[in-house]
C-alpha cells in the first residue's frame, strides 16, 4: 500500500498542515495510516484516509456539519473503502441522511426517502488518482497499464548504478 506523508496529504485534502494535525491527531477525527515516529516526522496517509479527510473537509465547509458527532462514520466508511477498488468507486456517491448515516451509493441506485446530502466521488478520486498516480475508470474497460507512470518517471530519473569490483580497482 502506497502512503504519503503530512506535506503530500496537505496538498491532496486541502487542509491546512495545522488543520490535519488536528485532525488526525489531536481530535482523532480520521486518524493517519502510520502515525508520526517521533515529534517533527511526517505521518503517512493512504489514498482512502486522504479521500475521507476530503469528504469531511466538504461536508464541514460547503454544508456546515459538525463533523466530531460523525467521527464514527468516518471510520466506518474508510473501512469500507480499504475493502473497495479504487476503479470501482468511480461513478459512486457518498449520501448522508438526515438520520446521520453516511454510505456509498452506486450510480444507478436509487437515493433513500428523506432529506440527504449527496457527495458525488469523482472530482475527489481525480486529486487522489493524480496525487497517488492510479488509474481512473477509464482503465477499467481496457488494460491496466503494467507500471505506473511515478515509477517509470523516478527510474528515468536516476542514473544506472555502477559497480567496480575489487579485481578492476587493483588492476586500475
Same mark, same amino acid.
Do not use: C, Y
Given at each position: 500500500?502506497?502512503?504519503?506523508?503530512?506535506?503530500?496529504?496537505?496538498?491532496?485534502?486541502?487542509?491546512?498542515?495545522?488543520?490535519?494535525?488536528?485532525?488526525?491527531?489531536?481530535?482523532?477525527?480520521?486518524?493517519?495510516?502510520?502515525?508520526?515516529?517521533?515529534?517533527?516526522?511526517?505521518? $503517512?496517509?493512504?489514498?482512502?484516509? *486522504? +479521500?475521507?479527510?476530503?469528504?469531511?473537509? &466538504?461536508?464541514?465547509? @460547503?454544508? /456546515?456539519?459538525?463533523?466530531?458527532?460523525?467521527?464514527?462514520?468516518?471510520?466506518?466508511?474508510?473501512?469500507?473503502?480499504?475493502?473497495?477498488?479504487?476503479?470501482?468507486?468511480?461513478?459512486?456517491?457518498?449520501?448522508?441522511?438526515?438520520?446521520?448515516?453516511?454510505?456509498?451509493?452506486?450510480?444507478?441506485?436509487? $437515493?433513500?426517502?428523506?432529506?440527504? *446530502? +449527496?457527495?458525488?466521488?469523482?472530482?475527489? &478520486?481525480?486529486?487522489? @488518482?493524480? /496525487?497517488?498516480?492510479?488509474?481512473?475508470?477509464?482503465?477499467?474497460?481496457?488494460?491496466?497499464?503494467?507500471?505506473?507512470?511515478?515509477?517509470?518517471?523516478?527510474?528515468?530519473?536516476?542514473?544506472?548504478?555502477?559497480?567496480?569490483?575489487?579485481?578492476?580497482?587493483?588492476?586500475?
Amino acid at each position: 500500500m502506497r502512503l504519503v506523508p503530512t506535506p503530500v496529504a496537505s496538498q491532496l485534502t486541502g487542509l491546512s498542515t495545522e488543520k490535519l494535525r488536528e485532525w488526525t491527531s489531536r481530535r482523532a477525527l480520521v486518524p493517519a495510516d502510520v502515525r508520526p515516529r517521533q515529534k517533527g516526522s511526517p505521518a $503517512q496517509f493512504s489514498w482512502q484516509t *486522504i +479521500l475521507v479527510l476530503r469528504l469531511a473537509l &466538504l461536508l464541514r465547509d @460547503r454544508f /456546515g456539519v459538525e463533523l466530531q458527532f460523525h467521527k464514527e462514520n468516518f471510520a466506518k466508511l474508510r473501512k469500507e473503502l480499504h475493502s473497495a477498488s479504487f476503479i470501482a468507486l468511480w461513478g459512486r456517491r457518498l449520501i448522508l441522511t438526515s438520520q446521520g448515516e453516511l454510505s456509498l451509493l452506486d450510480e444507478h441506485a436509487q $437515493q433513500p426517502a428523506g432529506d440527504a *446530502i +449527496l457527495l458525488h466521488l469523482d472530482p475527489h &478520486l481525480a486529486v487522489v @488518482r493524480d /496525487g497517488f498516480a492510479m488509474p481512473d475508470a477509464a482503465a477499467a474497460v481496457g488494460q491496466l497499464d503494467l507500471f505506473s507512470l511515478s515509477s517509470v518517471w523516478q527510474s528515468a530519473e536516476r542514473p544506472p548504478k555502477v559497480t567496480v569490483s575489487r579485481e578492476r580497482r587493483r588492476s586500475a
